[in-house]
């Protein structure tokens, strides 16, 4: 073997998946997994340790990059610490079904959704979560600074154990299923963020205004 290696990895609903492949030929090497709880509700901290079980015994030996993707949509909340407030909610989390259909009507109807943000909200998209959140759990909003996507989670918990964290990052597939981030404008639109986070019985905002991932790149 004398092409370099890289490795991907899929923190999907129900494992941690590792692929280590020759950069040249594209060959698969090795692979590992290690499953993931089940539930729609998960601590972050579970897709961590499936990642520390998979990427044991030596699979990462040589390798020069690795890619990260997994599960879209969910909510993971994090506090001014990066410490997380909460329990992931994920993608099959239908409690925010009634919080989706109010924000489809607040914003003007399914067309202004699909003409503006180039999705329609349903129960899985993270900016339903966050409305979710805002009505019933009021004190974890406001203890929420910033809000990422499962996969981006661990991106970032890989990128703080290399030392290499700046900030937390995203990326356009994962954007796009927030509810916030326009695939026309290709930017995040504040107003649908604070509009998420409105709770419809007090008509007031339940938190500060919250960071977001960084954007991702522009086509």
């Not at 997994?33 to 897709?47: F, K, L, N, Q, S």
């Not at 129960?123 to 019933?136: P, Q, V």
Request: proline fraction near 6%; charge should be negative.
């Amino acid at each position: 073997m004398s092409g370099s290696l890289v490795a991907g990895v899929d923190s999907s609903t129900q494992s941690c998946k590792i692929v280590v492949c020759d950069a040249q030929t594209g060959a698969v090497l090795r692979t590992a997994r290690a499953p993931h709880p089940d539930g729609t509700e998960v601590d972050p901290r579970a897709w961590w340790d499936a990642w520390s079980a998979a990427s044991s015994d030596g699979i990462l030996d040589g390798v020069e990059a690795i890619a990260v993707g997994g599960q879209q949509h969910g909510m993971v909340t994090l506090d001014a610490d990066d410490d997380i407030v909460r329990p992931a909610l994920l993608w099959n989390d239908t409690r925010s079904a009634r919080a989706a259909a109010d924000l489809v009507e607040e914003f003007g109807g399914a067309q202004a959704w699909a003409d503006q943000i180039g999705i329609v909200p349903v129960a899985a998209i993270t900016a339903t979560k966050l409305r979710w959140l805002a009505r019933h759990e009021p004190d974890n909003l406001s203890r929420t600074k910033t809000c990422v996507l499962p996969h981006d989670w661990l991106t970032g918990r890989l990128l703080k154990e290399s030392g290499t964290f700046e900030r937390w990052t995203t990326d356009r597939g994962d954007a796009s299923g927030t509810g916030y981030w326009s695939a026309h404008t290709q930017d995040y639109r504040a107003d649908v963020m604070e509009l998420a986070m409105v709770a419809p019985s007090t008509c007031r905002r339940s938190s500060p205004p919250m960071p977001w991932p960084g954007a991702p790149p522009r086509a």
